[in-house]
């Protein structure tokens, strides 16, 4: 076995890792195997004979490449640079809950509002146990300033509280409503439904048309969906008012809403088998 053999089968130990946490920190199947390729790139050019933790290593560098890819997809939302250092965290190191321990559709949705910085030091921290003191360098701030990142994150998650049961109806009116004028390929009703700034999300480019990104745009997202969802039918996603296309029983898509103001303001969608198994779906 030659030296390339033997660094690309080490790589390949930590993969299964690299690619679960690309795909928390970036909520996209596609862009996390891009994420985690540019790892073994790194690494198959620079080797690992100066390097004593192999997995923490590709952790960071998986974790660098993913902030990168924040950055670049919402630069409107980055925050700038911020003196948090002396602001309390509030809570005991001993006593912090670990919010999240897999990553589920209403999970994604949630995180998607946080900035590049917050997503990464509450997913790599709360989620994959990594110290503030290695991440802090990579989101170039210091640790206590790294703390604050994933204490912000953390009470954003706890934040998205459950909604009334008034509310979970009116939720599951909407969404019936869409399916219905998805399958019968009524333009002006999907209009009537979707927020004119809509965002249509995948993890697999595939099912937006090959679009390597979100869809935007009410006319463009009923577009989308026209004709569509004949199969799908409304469900609980994590806990959370979407549909599911199940035609033999096990979900093959599901379909997260967020929804304000009585119209639906982004839709994500699930097609990675491996996702799907991962979400709780219960049909309504």
Same mark, same amino acid.
């Given at each position: 076995?030659?030296?390339h053999?033997?660094?690309?089968?080490?790589?390949e130990?930590?993969?299964?890792h690299?690619?679960?946490?690309?795909? &928390?920190? =970036?909520?996209?199947?596609?862009?996390?195997?891009?994420?985690?390729?540019?790892?073994?790139?790194?690494?198959? &050019?620079?080797?690992?004979?100066?390097?004593?933790?192999? %997995?923490?290593?590709?952790t960071?560098?998986?974790?660098?490449?993913?902030l990168?890819?924040?950055?670049?997809?919402?630069?409107?939302?980055?925050?700038?640079?911020?003196?948090?250092?002396?602001?309390?965290?509030?809570?005991?190191?001993?006593?912090?809950?670990?919010?999240?321990d897999?990553?589920?559709?209403?999970?994604?949705?949630?995180l998607?509002? =946080?900035?590049?910085?917050?997503?990464?030091?509450?997913?790599?921290?709360?989620?994959?146990?990594?110290?503030?003191?290695?991440?802090a360098?990579?989101?170039?701030r210091?640790?206590?300033?790294t703390?604050?990142?994933?204490? &912000?994150?953390?009470?954003r998650?706890?934040?998205a509280?459950?909604a009334?049961?008034?509310?979970?109806?009116r939720?599951?009116?909407?969404v019936?409503?869409?399916?219905?004028?998805?399958?019968?390929?009524d333009?002006a009703?999907?209009?009537?439904?979707?927020?004119?700034?809509?965002? =249509?999300?995948?993890? &697999?480019?595939?099912?937006?048309? %090959?679009?390597?990104?979100?869809l935007?745009?009410?006319?463009?997202?009923?577009?989308?969906?026209?004709?569509?969802?004949?199969?799908a039918?409304?469900?609980?996603?994590?806990?959370?008012?979407?549909?599911a296309?199940a035609?033999?029983?096990?979900?093959?898509?599901?379909?997260?809403?967020?929804?304000?103001g009585g119209?639906?303001?982004?839709?994500?969608?699930?097609?990675d088998?491996e996702?799907?198994?991962e979400?709780?779906?219960?049909f309504?």
């Amino acid at each position: 076995m030659d030296e390339h053999e033997f660094l690309a089968g080490r790589f390949e130990e930590h993969r299964a890792h690299l690619r679960s946490v690309a795909y &928390r920190m =970036l909520g996209s199947s596609n862009e996390a195997e891009d994420a985690v390729q540019e790892a073994w790139l790194r690494l198959s &050019r620079s080797g690992a004979d100066d390097v004593e933790n192999l %997995g923490g290593w590709l952790t960071t560098v998986v974790a660098r490449v993913c902030l990168n890819m924040l950055r670049s997809r919402a630069t409107r939302r980055e925050e700038p640079l911020r003196q948090d250092e002396d602001q309390p965290d509030g809570q005991d190191p001993e006593s912090e809950a670990i919010v999240a321990d897999s990553v589920g559709l209403a999970l994604l949705v949630v995180l998607e509002t =946080l900035t590049p910085a917050e997503r990464l030091a509450f997913v790599l921290h709360d989620m994959f146990a990594v110290p503030f003191e290695e991440i802090a360098p990579i989101v170039e701030r210091s640790p206590a300033a790294t703390r604050q990142l994933a204490s &912000r994150a953390r009470r954003r998650v706890r934040g998205a509280a459950p909604a009334s049961e008034a509310d979970l109806a009116r939720r599951r009116e909407i969404v019936a409503a869409f399916l219905t004028a998805s399958r019968e390929g009524d333009f002006a009703a999907l209009l009537a439904v979707l927020d004119p700034d809509v965002v =249509l999300r995948s993890d &697999r480019a595939e099912a937006l048309a %090959g679009s390597p990104g979100p869809l935007r745009g009410a006319s463009v997202v009923a577009e989308t969906f026209l004709g569509r969802a004949r199969g799908a039918r409304p469900a609980l996603v994590d806990g959370v008012v979407g549909a599911a296309w199940a035609p033999d029983g096990e979900p093959r898509v599901a379909l997260g809403f967020t929804v304000s103001g009585g119209r639906i303001t982004s839709i994500d969608v699930v097609t990675d088998p491996e996702h799907l198994r991962e979400l709780d779906v219960t049909f309504l």
